[in-house]
């Protein structure tokens, strides 16, 4: 599958990675060696693929890279992951798309469940207290610039600005679904003037439009595998756990947000925040607020807090019985990763050949702003969620949480700290709190 997306005109030494002497073996300790320090979200994730394939290993043309990337953009789901799994995809095949999505995902799997069993286990000791109650401003930071530079970049039009205030609105007050907000945006920026207008002037479609035809016959047995991926764990778990247990309600609700998860890890955790702690009751919010700060401490993509998600909802409420089992908490935090991350690798190896061909056509270009447009107005609702266990824990203001809030925001606004500089700072806070207290 991988030879048919790349021409011999584009690439660097011949046909695929492969051709330059890079075994699959040698690309899995790369991408095992990425795994591990991959951190500063999708944007510094998608820089280090860049610089490491690109300008230091030269495995593959600039020209490869930026066609994966502009394809991974418009899916739902974590970019970077995707990206990595089509880039392996296009050096080694389904074999080398399989390898590199895995071993980019599985340090962030086991770092964030090492530090998960920290928290349940150690949590409310005093120092580790102290840290996350310092911790919480400063991911309210973290949430409140993700919107500022979404909204900057994508509200150009006064339509686009209230498609947010829209999805805000119905989000939060009208309590509407997020795959709904999702589908009424796409449907209005379908309407909305766009670049399709543009056409060039010779009326010919630009060359880099220019698809091959997928090959049809991969797609049947590529869909059976990822259905029988889907329908086979979450037909054991049935049996094993119940059909209305906890295991099978996560890998059903996990999979929907797999699928509608457009705009990043922010954009989808009001979504998962609002159903986990008001639904299922998995966890508090001001648990939910700790699982965000953890996720941003560790590498990988940080939808992988929906994997604290998963252990908190096994830890609470307990899988087969009692809460407070670390196994249960495991199990249910893997659970979530599978389905969360299964449809990632779904939409590489059956929808990367087919949106390609259309990956130019510029009548998707209105629906897809739309869609971005929406998600500032969820990334704002997002805020609302997080402020109130934040700065109002006890039904008081905290008037410490929201100066470190303030800090914070100044810090990444104006001083242009990173995450981690940022969370590295509030943990030092938190540590000087309880030795001064």
Not at 131 to 146: D, E, G, N, S, Y
């Amino acid at each position: 599958m991988a030879r048919r997306c790349i021409s011999s005109e584009d690439s660097l030494g011949g046909s695929h990675g492969g051709s330059l002497g890079v075994s699959l073996a040698a690309a899995s300790l790369f991408w095992l060696k990425l795994g591990w320090i991959s951190f500063g979200g999708p944007a510094g994730q998608i820089a280090l693929l860049h610089r490491e394939l690109v300008e230091e290993r030269k495995w593959l043309s600039d020209r490869h890279f930026l066609h994966a990337l502009n394809f991974c953009m418009v899916l739902p789901g974590p970019e970077a992951t995707q990206l990595a799994t089509y880039l392996g995809w296009l050096m080694h095949g389904v074999a080398g798309g399989l390898v590199a999505g895995l071993l980019f995902v599985l340090p962030s799997v086991i770092v964030l469940i090492a530090l998960s069993t920290v928290y349940v286990l150690w949590g409310q000791l005093p120092l580790l207290a102290s840290i996350f109650w310092a911790l919480k401003p400063a991911v309210l930071a973290l949430v409140i610039q993700a919107a500022w530079r979404v909204g900057r970049r994508t509200l150009h039009t006064p339509v686009l600005g209230l498609l947010a205030v829209f999805s805000f609105v119905a989000f939060v007050w009208l309590r509407w679904p997020y795959p709904l907000v999702v589908a009424i945006a796409a449907a209005v920026g379908w309407l909305l003037p766009s670049a399709k207008e543009e056409a060039p002037a010779s009326g010919k479609a630009p060359a880099s439009s220019k698809a091959e035809p997928f090959p049809l016959r991969h797609l049947p047995p590529t869909l059976l595998i990822w259905g029988l991926a889907t329908a086979l764990p979450l037909g054991a778990l049935g049996w094993w756990n119940g059909w209305d247990g906890p295991l099978v309600t996560m890998g059903r609700f996990f999979s929907q947000v797999a699928l509608v998860s457009f705009g990043g890890a922010y954009a989808v955790l009001p979504y998962v925040a609002k159903a986990a702690v008001s639904q299922f009751h998995w966890l508090s919010a001001s648990q939910m607020v700790d699982g965000l700060a953890l996720g941003e401490t560790t590498p990988g993509p940080l939808i992988m807090v929906l994997a604290f998600v998963g252990f908190m909802g096994g830890w609470n409420g307990g899988v087969f019985g009692a809460p407070g089992i670390w196994w249960d908490a495991l199990v249910a935090s893997l659970v979530v990763v599978w389905f969360t991350f299964l449809p990632s690798f779904g939409f590489i190896f059956v929808g990367a050949p087919l949106m390609e061909a259309s990956r130019e056509d510029l009548r998707l270009q209105g629906p897809l702003s739309a869609i971005t447009a929406a998600v500032v107005g969820v990334i704002a609702s997002l805020v609302l969620f997080f402020s109130g266990p934040v700065l109002w824990p006890t039904g008081r203001p905290d008037l410490a949480a929201a100066a470190l809030a303030a800090l914070g925001l100044l810090a990444l606004i104006r001083w242009r700290w990173s995450v981690l500089q940022l969370i590295g700072a509030a943990a030092l806070v938190g540590v000087l709190a309880e030795l001064l207290h």
